[in-house]
T-cell receptor, first 111, second 113 residues
């Protein structure tokens, strides 16, 4: 079963707008990561945030983590057509050493 | 290009058959992870090998097995295939045994008819 649920399931925005995706998980975690997957292809690691961190930036990406709410958000600023993909959060935990993926958000950027 | 290679890209086979999927990790990476991605189950971790030894096990069926060879490439063997085994199978690698910053291969699409 999936550890994380992502919200929304699908998101369509105009190029240049910001996109926000949310991830909720069920148990305590060690790290939370975000991955991107272009249609039918492999996943690309975007960013990792540790459980003791609250916010992290990488280029146009901003990730926040709220461990009290067991949730994370991924913000992509100034979106581009090339950002069209599915985005997954993935968590790992001390007591369960495996990576558990969320259900994913399908993001479509409209040129 | 992640540096992880998987063969074959596509595989079509019949129920009851056995197939072998192959993965070559990035140069220098000791860990290999296998995942299954299907429409109904999403992305599921199957198994991890680190430097030839099994390190962690996920939702891997007994009909499935894997191994990592001395040259660090890995094979996933799927036997007694069922229609529900149709999925994308990904291999990922990392240079640590930990579950972060994995580099994913392009996947093998398995279709069981």
């Amino acid at each position: 079963s999936q550890q994380g649920e992502e919200d929304p399931q699908a998101l369509s925005i105009q190029e240049g707008e910001n996109a926000t995706m949310n991830c909720s998980y069920k148990t305590s975690i060690n790290n939370l990561q975000w991955y991107r997957q272009n249609s039918g292809r492999g996943l690309v690691h975007l960013i990792l945030i540790r459980s003791n961190e609250r916010e992290k930036h990488s280029g146009r990406l901003r990730v926040t983590l709220d461990t009290s709410k067991k949730s994370s958000s991924l913000l992509i600023t100034a979106s581009r057509a090339a950002d069209t993909a599915s985005y997954f959060c993935a968590t790992d935990a001390w007591e369960n050493e495996k990576l558990t993926f969320g259900t994913g958000t399908r993001l479509t950027i409209i040129p | 290009d992640s540096g992880v290679t998987q063969t074959p890209k596509h595989l079509i086979t019949a129920t009851g058959q056995r197939v072998t999927l192959r993965c070559s990790p990035r140069s220098g990476d000791l860990s290999v992870y296998w995942y299954q991605q299907s429409l109904d189950q999403g992305l599921q971790f199957l198994i991890q090998y680190y430097n030839g030894e099994e390190r962690a096990k996920g939702n891997i069926l007994e009909r499935f097995s894997a191994q990592q060879f001395p040259d660090l490439h890995s094979e996933l063997n799927l036997s007694s295939l069922e229609l529900g085994d149709s999925a994308l199978y990904f291999c990922a690698s990392s240079n640590t045994g930990a579950f972060y910053e994995q580099y994913f291969g392009p996947g093998t699409r398995l279709t069981v008819t």
